[in-house]
């Protein structure tokens, strides 16, 4: 499965590098030149060089989700909160390398490629510090496009109340039916989470770039905080609990923006006239990677073992409800098979301390059930003596 993502995620570029050149004037007349009467006219040119890369670029990622799902399950996942932590984080690597990059560089670096071939290897950092800015235009009209709309397709959420409609026509026989034709599912972390990390990126990268983008980013952040807490609240229904098993995956992607776009922002400033400030930069990695380390260190064992607080606290709770218990010896044998706790001496009792301890290895515990009682069965029972008439037996009695 990693050698099929890594083959999906660069074989992609192509189609997006091919509708990229195809989403811009002078390619739509180079290819089709019979529509330059059409593409020239103000309001095509506007809606072609506005908005039509970025719903070109949206229409080819409709069916990856569910792509990175079969994929995480192939794997052998098989938790719905295993699967879509592997899907969110295999949707972020691709938005990163086929959104982020390859827009990039295909919009910008490849209108540039003669010039990028020849030329020295000292005024590459230059065509890349000059490609980033170049698509600030796009990725603003891709935060609306996909953000904005995106935010507003949560709220009327028209996929749902179609299918409803459908179910309830052709399917719904029971109100149970109904109940379940009625069902919005659970929010979407392997979409939803990647997608706002996304956006976070172009933030920090284009945040020193170009800061008329940021405007945008934080209108997106501000719906999509309002949108996306109401539907958390009175929408979704909850289909699992992962005990934020999602946080160290979110802290990590976070703290590779930082480190992403502080990098990019040490190449942007050498190709400014600035390249003896970009030296003193490269203390922000450093710090970001020690930020990084005890984060990890100090926070990630709650998220992934269980708390040394509550533990504490348990024990401190059975110290004073037990306070002669010998855990120790209580341990020795609290998980052997009561089968093999019937020839023990009568001095291996000493080591469980008290006789409280001795009552929970021998006391039988009844489990209350809803199977009722057959004391008045009228036949005797081949056990007891006394038999069922729901238990037929023939034959000699041992």
């Known amino acids: ?166 179910k309830n026509t052709f399917l719904v026989k029971t109100e149970k039916d109904r109940e379940e034709a009625m069902d919005p599912g659970s929010i979407g972390f392997n979409t939803g989470e990647p997608r706002i990390q996304l956006y976070f990126l172009l933030g920090l990268v284009y945040a020193p770039v170009t800061p008329m983008l940021l405007p945008f980013i934080l209108i997106f952040f501000a719906l999509a905080y309002i949108v996306y807490r109401h539907q958390i609240i009175n929408v979704y229904t909850q289909e699992y609990e992962s005990a934020a098993a999602f946080w160290p995956d979110v802290h990590g992607r976070v703290i590779a923006a930082l480190m992403i776009s502080q990098v990019l922002l040490m190449g942007l400033l050498g190709t400014k006239h600035a390249a003896l400030a970009a030296p003193f930069l490269i203390a922000l990695p450093v710090l970001t990677i020690g930020f990084h380390r005890f984060c990890k260190g100090r926070y990630e064992p709650a998220f992934v073992r269980y708390p040394l607080q509550e533990a504490k606290m348990k024990d401190t709770l059975e110290s004073a409800r037990e306070p002669n218990l010998n855990l120790k010896g209580y341990l020795q044998s609290a998980y052997v098979h009561p089968v093999f706790k019937g020839g023990e001496d009568d001095d291996d009792d000493d080591d469980y301390g008290d006789d409280k301890l001795g009552m929970f290895e021998d006391e039988a515990i009844i489990v209350p059930t809803k199977r009722q009682s057959r004391r008045n069965t009228p036949a005797p029972s081949r056990i007891s003596g006394e038999s069922s008439p729901s238990l037929p037996f023939s034959g000699k009695e041992v």
């Open 1 to 166: 499965m990693h050698v099929a993502f890594f083959f999906l995620t660069f074989f992609f570029i192509i189609p997006i590098a091919f509708v990229q050149s195809l989403a811009t004037i002078e390619g739509i007349v180079k290819v089709a030149p019979f529509l330059k009467v059409i593409v020239e006219d103000e309001f095509m040119k506007s809606v072609i060089q506005g908005f039509l890369p970025g719903i070109a670029l949206k229409l080819f990622l409709i069916f990856l989700p569910s792509i990175l799902m079969i994929m995480a399950k192939f794997e052998g996942f098989t938790s719905i909160s295993s699967l879509e932590r592997r899907s969110a984080f295999r949707y972020y690597i691709f938005n990163f390398v086929n959104v982020f990059l390859a827009s990039v560089i295909t919009g910008a670096a490849f209108e540039q490629l003669s010039a990028f071939l020849n030329q020295s290897p000292n005024q590459i950092p230059k065509t890349i510090g000059v490609a980033i800015p170049m698509k600030a235009t796009f990725f603003i009209t891709y935060i609306m496009v996909d953000g904005w709309a995106g935010v507003a397709g949560e709220i009327l959420m028209l996929k749902p109340l179609i299918m409803f409609h459908l």
